[in-house]
């Protein structure tokens, strides 16, 4: 018998060391065509590279964006008592009604753009507890939600785009953050769906109780995860290790689905190799956190929205890259002359 508890955040860890690492010769085979494309060597820039990831990750020597899918996760935060948000919690309920009825800001980006689109309800209306006073998860439920994440591309997806909804989830990610990477409050705090000087006085607050009250305790990020986390980030965490794990390359959000990757870098940083950055946030520290990740934006375009907005344009960017790749003729096909020396 095992004399050690085996406790389920056990069985997160085993995963994490059977993930696959890239695929450098399909790397090699996509740089070898691009090579022959009519068009001066690095010219098309990061499109050239992201077909090299997508490669890597795919496992692909031809790499494809048919069935690009974006996942929104939606959680609810007990956090939200202490006036941390410009806006009431019942926005939850609604955006998603708003999102199956076709209204919302992504839903108009996914048709423009030729996404898949799914949401998935994280217990909305039953909100974890409150950080400040409690852990927000219990580590069966925390490591469940991670498992139902890892359902979301159970479909099947070339490209996977992971965003999020809850309001009151720009604390917690501050709190996470805060406690992945030190540093005061204030610095990781900013103004989410636009709360004014005194609510983010309060959510200064809230950051520091949270991370008072949980301080001997987070050490391990999967703990950072339970302590002061939500379901929509223990599902996005679950979500990007599923596609790691199925060869799926995933482009990540802004501020609060960036948490879920900040903990699975924490863990070991080549955990989300095959992650890009969607975009940079116009949440303030969120510069900050792609920099201490590797990662460099795709985009920036000044959006704090959420929702998977960010990404989904990206994944739209990603989607033509590969489209050029495959479809762009050779200088033999062509009949271009090519590069004098
Ligand atoms: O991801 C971001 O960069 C981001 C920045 C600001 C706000 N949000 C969205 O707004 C909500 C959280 O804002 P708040 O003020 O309620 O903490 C949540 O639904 C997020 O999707 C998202
Ligand atoms: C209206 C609204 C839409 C959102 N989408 C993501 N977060 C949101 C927050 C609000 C308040």
Known sequence: MNDVASSPFDDIRRLITTIPGP??????????????????????????????????????????VDRPLVCVFAGSHGVTSRGVSAFPSEVNRQMLENFSA????????????????KVFDLAIDMPTNDIVADAAMDEKSCVATMAFGMEAVAGGTDLLAV????????????????????????????????????????????????????????KDPLEVLRRLGGREVAAIAGAILAARLQRIPV?????????????????HPSTIDHCIAGHVSAEGAHQDVLERLGKIPLLA?????????GAALAAGIVKTAATVHRDMATFGQAGVAERLS
């Open 23 to 64: 695929d450098e010769a399909a790397v090699e085979a996509v740089r070898l065509r691009d090579r022959q494309l009519t068009k001066p060597a690095g010219s098309l820039g990061r499109l050239e590279w992201l077909n090299e990831w997508l490669a890597a990750w795919q496992g692909k020597p031809k790499p494809t």
């Open 102 to 117: 076709g209204g919302a800001a992504i839903n108009q980006i996914c048709a423009s753009l030729g996404l898949g689109f």
């Open 163 to 218: 965003g999020e909804l809850g309001i009151g989830n720009t604390t917690i990610a501050a709190a996470i953050y805060a406690a992945l990477f030190g540093g005061s409050a204030a610095h990781w705090v900013g103004r989410g769906t636009g709360v004014d000087d005194e609510g983010l006085k309060r959510k200064i607050a809230a950051v520091e109780g949270a991370l008072d009250r949980h301080r001997d305790h987070l």
């Open 251 to 267: 482009v990540l959000d802004g501020y609060v689905t960036t948490a879920a990757a900040a903990l699975l870098h924490a863990i």
């Open 301 to 309: 375009l000044g959006m704090r929205l959420g929702e998977g907005t």
